[in-house]
């Protein structure tokens, strides 16, 4: 049978609130018999004791009240008859009562006696019942002798009034002291009665809190265990999951519950065989395709949308120089050899700022930047910084070639070009149906490409465009090269060339590049001669700047040949 956690944990608290529900009635079972003793103790005890009191007092009325009427009536009670009428009225009452409290408790008494709820107590108030009969005897003596006492004092005879006195004291002593003594053994009965009770109390509490607590220790066991039972199994799967953040794909979590917890473990196995398949597909693939789009191919197929997506981003196209020269005399696997380390160590600098490799078109790497990769504002940014990384990868490379090429002379020098564009692209998976590619197309890879062809004619390394330089200017420092129009473009594009990190360019740099900032002016506003001496100005900062040379050259051909009238320092790129 499936017993799944919200069953298991019902029937924990379902066990917990019977074991309570015992608990309770039986807490209010005793409560309840506490209750009924307290009851027993006003109905009975109480007044037993209540009417004893009063059959006291009564008594002594009648006392106080029989001397003054004898008093009344030897001192010649006829001069006031009324006075002597109300003290015969009151003696009467007075005894009359006393005879009726004694019976009242006596009835509390037998009640209590026959009362099926006691406190074993009965033959305690068996005898106190004989007690109160033995005082009714007494004062229906005492009761004969003051009628004859006062019957003495209304014949006036005051010798046998004398006599009587004496005994009828006596008698009334007796009685005041066995009432007394009866009076204290129902209290005793009573305050035994009410301890009782008290301690039938404490003992109720007492038992609750054993139960309470024996009901609690039974709930801790049986929810530690179903606890325990539910814990390692999710402890296990948790230690499972932490492997597989650590990237053991092997693991295999055993399934030892037939509940949510072993399904969910059944599920978690499977997914790891997933995640095992779609490592392998990674590691494979990986190493064709850039292992972001993989993951995008694998599990995020919305990113890479057959459909494709227009979006604004960078794209890089880097070439080496003189790879024909560079290949020649070189064998199948020499090439190759050199050819992988060389795109090896360009793509490491472009992985290293989160760019995305296209492709290898020979020498030539093409790479980009944006979304969902990068952020808009950071991918120019990030293309620049890349493009400096591979120039100063260069010269490790270089000292790599001996081992490469297994020769010590005649080694070629490598140098690349690089021209970094920014702007709307249409980006998705473009192919045929048998083999597709994720990749970028529109005017902005094509002005890319021509940057990095125009790098050769201005003589610079790194070209970019006016976009990628409103985007990288706080992370680079860059000069404006020229105003061009690429083939293809009617638009002209201002270009700039990178040189180098914010803060990390030297005087001479900065010189050079505010210098020929000076001339390029004037070379737009045809100033012939202040442009060449502005950018001989720049020769002599640094002798072998080429864009320098290239307008010097361009200069002399203007002189000869001036440009339209319209002409405003555009300079048109007709070689791809």
């Not at 650590?246 to 295999?252: C, E, F, H, K, N």
């Not at 409103?470 to 000069?479: I, Q, W």
């Not at 594009?493 to 010189?511: D, T, W």
Request: with cysteine; charged share 25%; aromatic share 6%.
């Amino acid at each position: 049978m499936r017993l799944t956690i919200g069953l298991k944990i019902f029937g924990v608290a379902v066990g917990l609130l019977l074991l309570m529900g015992v608990v309770a009635l039986l807490n209010l079972r005793m409560t309840r018999t506490v209750d009924a003793q307290l009851v027993v103790i006003d109905r009975n005890y109480v007044p037993a004791l209540i009417t004893l009191a009063r059959a006291h007092i009564r008594k002594l009325e009648e006392s106080s009240t029989s001397r003054r009427l004898v008093a009344a009536l030897l001192e010649g009670g006829t001069a006031n008859p009324k006075y002597v009428e109300d003290l015969r009225r009151r003696l009467a009452e007075a005894g009359a009562m006393s005879g009726e409290m004694l019976t009242a408790a006596r009835h509390s008494i037998n009640q209590q006696i026959d009362d099926p709820l006691d406190f074993d107590d009965n033959v305690a108030l068996a005898r106190l019942d004989a007690h109160i009969e033995f005082l009714q005897d007494i004062q229906h003596h005492y009761g004969g002798l003051l009628t004859r006492w006062v019957e003495a004092a209304e014949a006036s005879d005051r010798a046998e009034a004398d006599r009587i006195r004496p005994q009828l004291d006596e008698w009334r002593d007796n009685w005041d002291q066995r009432m007394d003594r009866a009076r204290d053994e129902m209290r005793t009965i009573g305050s035994n009665a009410i301890v009782g009770t008290r301690a039938y109390q404490q003992q109720i509490v007492q038992i609750g809190l054993v139960l309470l607590v024996i009901a609690g220790l039974l709930g801790i066991v049986v929810a530690a265990g179903l606890t325990r039972g539910m814990v390692r199994p999710m402890r296990r799967l948790l230690a499972g999951t932490v492997a597989v953040e650590q990237g053991a794909l092997d693991t295999i979590v055993p399934v030892t519950s037939r509940d949510e917890i072993g399904r969910l473990t059944e599920a978690f196995n499977t997914m790891v065989g997933e995640l095992r398949v779609k490592a392998q597909i990674r590691d494979t693939f990986g190493k064709y395709v850039d292992p972001r789009i993989v993951a995008g191919l694998i599990d995020r197929p919305e990113l890479t949308d057959p459909k494709g997506a227009r979006r604004r981003m960078s794209i890089l196209f880097c070439d080496m120089q003189g790879f024909t020269s560079f290949s020649e005399g070189m064998t199948p696997t020499g090439l190759v050899t050199v050819m992988n380390r060389y795109l090896s160590v360009m793509s490491e600098a472009v992985l290293r700022n989160d760019g995305i490799i296209d492709k290898y078109i020979g020498d030539a790497i093409m790479a980009f930047w944006g979304q969902p990769f990068t952020g808009e504002e950071e991918q120019g940014r990030l293309a620049c910084l890349a493009a400096i990384e591979m120039l100063a990868a260069l010269p490790a490379f270089q000292a790599e070639l001996p081992d490469l090429m297994g020769v010590r002379r005649g080694l070629p020098k490598v140098n690349v070009r690089i021209g970094i564009a920014t702007g709307d692209v249409v980006v998705g998976n473009i192919g045929s149906e048998h083999t597709r590619n994720y990749t970028v197309i529109g005017d902005t890879v094509n002005i890319a490409s021509r940057l990095e062809s125009a790098s050769k004619a201005y003589g610079t390394r790194v070209l970019i465009s006016e976009a990628t330089q409103e985007l990288a200017g706080d992370a680079v420092e860059t000069r404006e090269i020229d105003s061009v129009v690429v083939v293809g473009k009617s638009e002209p594009e201002r270009v700039f060339e990178v040189l180098g990190r914010k803060g990390e360019v030297s005087a001479e740099q900065i010189e050079l590049r505010d210098a020929f900032s000076v001339a390029l002016a004037a070379y737009r506003a045809r100033e012939w001669e202040k442009a060449a001496s502005g950018f001989r100005a720049c020769l002599a900062i640094t002798p072998q700047d080429a864009p320098s040379k290239a307008f010097l050259a361009r200069i002399a051909k203007f002189r000869e040949d001036p440009p339209a009238a319209d002409w405003v320092g555009v300079w048109e790129l007709k070689t791809k």
